[in-house]
């Protein structure tokens, strides 16, 4: 399954968009609900506004058409005062005036000093007549001259127990003369109540003020006065609005009374210096809001507790769904894994339900069968079929036993038959399952291909059998498992004799003296002996010695008890005919050196004893000559001249075989020498030479500090000889020139003779070393061939090698190695 396909991937994409949503959603309802609460209030206001409004134009028209008749009436009674026909003149005039008005407590007629007429007055006389505000309204109406209705401020009236206006008009006449004054007492309260309609709104507020910005009357009405007014001032933009003389406005204030705010509108009494204020209380119209408000608040929060219950649920799911994910995966991963584990071992496995004789098979187990997928059908005969012939009848009674017993687990190896028909060994490895009954119920287990192990195990076994030595595997005491045939045949036994017994020298037993003891604890140790030698006792009774060693396997130790414990593998090495061979190569080399010994001996002597008879003839042909040489024929002097030659040159080949046999027998002086003195040496012993051919010695300076461990006589000797040959063997083409050179190597100093002469073949490089080998005939190159030889005995006595390397007709490099004094 891919890692897309699990549950919380698709919906961890959309998450986003859904929340996004959500949030989109709760602001949108959260804002609505702010604007319907915030129009809801304005509306409130408005209504409240308008409210008021509507009020204070009934109330202004009221009390306007009220005065106006006040004022009406005070006119008739003024007319009927100055323009007196006499008998209309009358208590009853004044009575029936008031009548017309209702509301008014009295009605009366002042003089021009402000003494009520007698008899014109009808209601109680005002109490007390002498206030301040009665006799303020006096003088206005007497020094003021205007046709219009005044009114007083308001004033505590006694006799009726109530705040009072006094409306009046001045009596004035014809020549223009104050003539007193007419005036009506009215009930300040009153002038609100009477035009207020049954029922007010809650939380109304009506104030009546006049032009001094005094308040005459309010409803509710206020308990604390003082005297006529209503202690308290006007709002700052009450005043302002009245002051202005505005006939209507609204505004808002908060109240010097009561200290509430409120939506208020102001309007004058149609015609008359009166205001009316209608307000209404923020508070109550706010109150029907603030319910309004709280139920679109609970139904807010509803809804954001419906939101956060959803995004709770859905974080929840979401946690759901990831758990569900990682459980997926881990699932996913286990199964992988064991897939892998499975496939990596290459094991195929399988699940055996024998009540029902169902099998399950894993596509490994088939791949080992080859069977097609098309064919593959899961029952026990499947296997059963498959096992090799020769098997069958093993396997079963295996698993008969292991039903029958207790086992927990079988193992059992056996060939699988290939639908190919070649056959599979494997290993099948099983887990038996019991019902309570103790009756095998289920199997299952796997099954491992074999053949790369026994091809491995047929390599080792060919390995193991065909070995010179002898080979074994023992346990730690000795006793034998197996064994191949070289260690058969030295204990002289057969395999069926051998497996199985005991033989404690082949591994080393701890507690055991000397060296035997001293391996048992390295095999302790480090798991490994020898080698070592020790005596091996045969089945005839003999011993033979042996060299032994070995290592400790790692102990097989595998659940189901098929392992094994520890195995050593030793190996027996004869050595009893190993010493026999060196004992005859011994003795064979001690025979040589005595037979080469001898033939020194005898060259030496034989050489030596040559010379004496050579001395003879070489000395009888000179006494011949001079004695009788006169009497010779040239043809004669000739042939006596040749055997001088002869003779001498004889006497030359056994000079140098005698020095060349001293070098093998005489025995090293060796002692540190400087090449440079071995050097200087030669070519003291060479001047001659070197002088008649011109010859220039290049010694390079490196070698001055060359020292070899040697023997001083016969390394001059090598150098004379190579020097000598190099001066000999000269290009005819050029003057000698050799130069002398060493540098180290491993082991030693490696010197270089090189020269510009004739040079060699590569054909002759090897040559040239042995004993009267020459390349060129005498009359050319004189010499004996014994120089190079005697070179090479010198070396190789040494500890060195000697070699030559060479382009013919350019020249030659001798090369040889001798050993440094430290060794090294
Ligand atoms: P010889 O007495 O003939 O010099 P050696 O043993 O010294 O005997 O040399 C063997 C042969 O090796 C010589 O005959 C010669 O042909 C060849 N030879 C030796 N040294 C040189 C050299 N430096 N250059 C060329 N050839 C050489």
Same mark, same amino acid.
């Given at each position: ?118 008899? /014109? #007055?009808?209601? +109680?006389?005002? &109490?007390?007549?002498?206030? *301040?505000?009665?006799? !303020?309204?006096? $003088?206005? %109406? @007497? ?73 005459? /009357? #309010?409803?509710? +009405?206020?308990? &604390?006065?003082?005297?006529? *007014?209503?202690?308290? !001032?006007?709002? $700052?933009? %009450? @005043? ?74 859905? #974080? ?13 995966? !881990?699932?996913? $991963? ?156 030295l204990l002289g036994g057969d395999r069926a004799g051998t497996v199985g017994r005991r033989l404690p020298e082949l591994v ?243 010197v270089s003779v090189a020269d510009n002469g004739i040079g060699i073949e590569p054909d002759y490089y090897e040559r040239i ?56």
């Amino acid at each position: 399954m891919c890692p897309s396909d699990s549950p919380a991937a698709v919906p961890a994409r959309h998450g986003r968009w859904i929340l996004a949503a959500l949030a989109g959603i709760t602001v949108i309802v959260v804002g609505l609900a702010v604007l319907t609460v915030e129009l809801d209030r304005q509306g409130r206001r408005a209504s409240a506004s308008a409210a008021a409004r509507l009020l204070s134009g009934a109330l202004a028209q009221g009390l306007g058409a009220y005065l106006d008749r006040i004022d009406l009436e005070l006119r008739d009674l003024a007319d009927a005062r100055l323009n007196p026909p006499g008998q209309h003149w009358s208590q009853a005039l004044v009575e029936r005036h008031r009548r017309h008005l209702p509301g008014v407590i009295t009605v009366e007629l002042l003089d021009a000093a402000g003494r009520p007429v007698p008899g /014109a #007055r009808a209601g +109680a006389a005002l &109490a007390p007549e002498r206030d *301040a505000v009665v006799q !303020a309204f006096f $003088a206005e %109406l @007497r020094d003021v001259p205007g046709t219009a209705l005044v009114l007083s401020s308001p004033l505590w009236d006694g006799a009726s127990g109530q705040r009072v206006v006094l409306a009046g008009r001045r009596l004035t006449r014809p020549d223009g003369a104050f003539a007193g004054v007419v005036r009506a007492v009215l009930p300040a309260q009153g002038l609100v109540e009477r035009f207020l309609p049954d029922s007010v709104p809650p939380g109304l507020h009506v104030s009546l003020l006049n032009q001094r910005v005094e308040f005459l /009357a #309010r409803r509710p +009405a206020v308990a &604390a006065v003082q005297g006529g *007014a209503i202690s308290t !001032a006007a709002s $700052a933009p %009450l @005043r302002a609005l009245i002051e202005r003389g505005a006939e209507e406005s609204s505004y808002r204030a908060v109240s010097q009374l009561d200290g509430q705010s409120r939506i208020a509108f102001l309007r004058r009494a149609a015609g008359h210096p009166l205001y009316f204020s209608v307000g209404i209380a923020e508070e109550t119209f706010l109150d029907a809001w603030r319910s309004e408000l709280a139920r679109v608040a609970v139904v807010v929060v509803a809804f954001l507790l419906l939101v956060g219950l959803v995004l709770s649920a859905w #974080r929840q799911r979401g946690r759901a769904l990831a758990a569900l994910a990682e459980a997926h995966r !881990a699932a996913h $991963a286990q199964a992988d894994r064991f897939d892998r584990v499975l496939r990596g071992a290459n094991d195929g496995w399988w699940d055996w339900d024998l009540l029902r004789d169902e099998v399950e098979y894993s596509p490994r187990w088939w791949e080992m069968l080859g069977e097609p997928a098309e064919t593959r059908r899961g029952s026990s005969l499947l296997w059963r079929d498959r096992v090799h012939p020769d098997d069958r009848a093993r396997v079963e009674a295996e698993l008969a036993a292991a039903w029958a017993g207790d086992a927990a687990t079988l193992r059992s190896e056996f060939r699988l038959r290939h639908l190919s028909g070649r056959s599979l060994p494997v290993l099948a490895r099983s887990l038996l399952q019991r019902d309570a009954a103790g009756r095998v119920v289920r199997m299952s287990g796997t099954i491992t291909d074999l053949s790369s192990i026994r091809a491995v195990e047929a390599r080792l076994r060919a390995m193991f059998d065909l070995s010179p030595l002898g080979c074994c595997l023992c346990d730690g005491d000795g006793r034998i498992r197996d064994a191949n045939p070289a260690l058969l045949a030295l204990l002289g036994g057969d395999r069926a004799g051998t497996v199985g017994r005991r033989l404690p020298e082949l591994v080393p037993q701890p507690g055991a003296g000397g060296e035997e003891g001293a391996q048992a604890a390295r095999l302790a140790a480090e798991g490994r002996f020898g080698p070592y030698e020790s005596l091996l006792p045969l089945a005839d009774g003999r011993t033979v010695p042996v060299r032994l060693r070995g290592v400790r396997l790692a102990a097989t130790d595998e659940a189901d008890g098929a392992g094994e414990g520890e195995t050593i593998y030793t190996l027996v090495e004869d050595v009893g005919a190993q010493r026999a061979m060196l004992r005859a190569l011994e003795e064979r080399t001690r025979e040589l050196a005595r037979s080469n010994a001898d033939l020194e001996q005898f060259a030496y002597v034989a050489s030596h004893d040559l010379r004496e008879p050579l001395r003879m003839v070489s000395s009888f042909l000179g006494l011949l000559e001079r004695r009788h040489g006169e009497g010779f024929d040239d043809e004669a002097r000739q042939f006596i001249a040749f055997a001088k030659d002869g003779a001498q040159r004889m006497d030359r080949l056994i000079l140098d075989l005698l020095d060349f046999s001293r070098i093998g027998r005489e025995d090293l002086a060796l002692a540190p020498v400087r090449l440079r003195a071995a050097i200087a040496q030669a070519a003291a012993n060479l001047a001659v030479g070197l002088e008649e051919s011109g010859a220039r010695l290049e010694i390079e300076p490196g070698l001055d500090a060359v020292t070899v461990r040697g023997d001083a006589g016969q390394l001059a000797s090598l150098f004379q000889n190579l020097i000598g040959n190099a001066i000999k063997y000269r290009s005819p083409e050029r003057p000698p020139l050799v130069t002398l050179s060493a540098r180290r190597v491993e082991g030693g100093w490696q010197v270089s003779v090189a020269d510009n002469g004739i040079g060699i073949e590569p054909d002759y490089y090897e040559r040239i070393f042995r004993l009267f080998q020459r390349l060129h005939s005498r009359e050319r190159y004189d010499g004996t061939g014994i120089g190079l030889a005697l070179c090479k005995k010198i070396v190789e006595r040494h500890g060195g090698r000697i070699w030559v390397e060479s382009r013919p007709g350019e020249g030659s490099r001798f090369l040889f190695i001798l050993p440094a004094p430290g060794g090294g």
